[in-house]
């Protein structure tokens, strides 16, 4: 099982959408410690939105949309800042 998910910081807003085979509360801790720069710069976060696939490619497909101009359009509208 693969899950692509959105996490939202805290501390400006910044969005990140990305996809894992862990579940996104597990993935959302691991941000939360900062596991890269982006992470550590933009911590804490909340888990705003999440969707779960089957397969590896669906998985990334879907991220790879929500990362696009509509994509963004579509969570901003699920989901407001």
């Not at 969707?51 to 901003?76: C, H, P, V």
Request: charged fraction near 35%; include cysteine; hydrophobic fraction near 25%.
């Amino acid at each position: 099982m693969f899950t692509v998910y959105i996490i939202e910081s805290l501390r400006n807003g910044k969005r990140y959408t990305g996809f894992t085979t862990k579940t996104a509360p597990q993935r959302l801790v691991q941000h939360n410690r900062g596991c890269n720069k982006w992470t550590r710069e933009n911590k804490p976060f909340r888990l705003i939105y999440e969707e779960s696939y089957e397969t590896e490619r669906e998985a990334r497909q879907r991220e790879k949309f929500l990362k696009t101009g509509k994509g963004r359009q579509l969570i901003n509208n699920k989901i407001p800042r």
